[in-house]
T-cell receptor, first 112, second 117 residues
Framework: AQKITQTQPGMFVQEKEAVTLDCTYDTSDQSYGLFWYKQPSSGEMIFLIYQGSYDEQNATEGRYSLNFQKARKSANLVISASQLGDSAMYFCAMTSAGKSTFGDGTTLTVKP | GAVVSQHPSWVICKSGTSVKIECRSLDFQATTMFWYRQFPKQSLMLMATSNEGSKATYEQGVEKDKFLINHASLTLSTLTVTSAHPEDSSFYIC?????????????FGEGSWLTVV
């Protein structure tokens, strides 16, 4: 069975500082994809970043980077230079064998 | 731009009526689509996996007769909430798996807010 664990229900960060959102996963599959999504208060799900299980380099997309540690089964999201608009709920997800599993989410609040 | 489109974004319906939500993949053929429901401040709950040309696979506890899923084409899956009741009010979101490349990329629709009055 697949499982995603996000241990931080809520996080606070000062504007312009970096923040790391934790995500650990559990799967017996060798091939899988890891995703991070942002869900603002409007409810839509915004794709942020993707890491394939066979990718050797950590994925980066603008201010977002994924700290992928395969042996530890962790896929933490790092947001650099936080902005007020980054305040939202963040979901870590894994897809494998055509199925997606989501974590419970982390609510990030950026303080001015 | 969006690669998975969900419609409508907002819908209000009367109790006892049915409402249909559409999920379309815009630039790829999605053999597999997923339907989720999100309760306030909670994670997405997978309701069912929709496979083109075959019956949907429902998760345990999801009433298949109430939440009808049809995946008649490679770009369209629909979720019909039949005989809706106020407790069905929720945020429903679909996703589609892109079979190209490694086949592990999932794109989400924008979501649909359903309010049953």
């Amino acid at each position: 069975a697949q499982k995603i664990t996000q241990t931080q229900p809520g996080m606070f960060v000062q504007e312009k500082e970096a923040v790391t959102l934790d995500c650990t996963y559990d799967t017996s599959d060798q091939s899988y994809g890891l995703f991070w999504y942002k869900q603002p208060s409007s409810g839509e799900m915004i794709f942020l970043i993707y890491q394939g299980s066979y990718d050797e380099q950590n994925a980066t997309e603008g201010r977002y980077s994924l700290n992928f540690q395969k042996a530890r089964k962790s896929a933490n999201l790092v947001i650099s230079a936080s902005q007020l608009g980054d305040s939202a709920m963040y979901f870590c997800a894994m897809t494998s064998a055509g199925k997606s599993t989501f974590g419970d989410g982390t609510t990030l609040t950026v303080k001015p | 731009g969006a690669v998975v489109s969900q419609h409508p974004s907002w819908v209000i319906c009367k109790s006892g009526t049915s409402v249909k939500i559409e999920c379309r993949s815009l630039d790829f053929q999605a053999t597999t689509m997923f339907w989720y429901r999100q309760f306030p401040k909670q994670s997405l709950m997978l309701m069912a996996t929709s496979n083109e040309g075959s019956k949907a696979t429902y998760e345990q506890g999801v009433e298949k007769d109430k939440f009808l899923i049809n995946h008649a084409s490679l770009t369209l899956s629909t979720l019909t909430v039949t005989s809706a009741h106020p407790e069905d009010s929720s945020f429903y979101i679909c996703s589609a798996r892109d079979p190209r490349g490694a086949g592990n990329t999932i794109y989400f629709g924008e979501g649909s807010w359903l309010t049953v009055v």
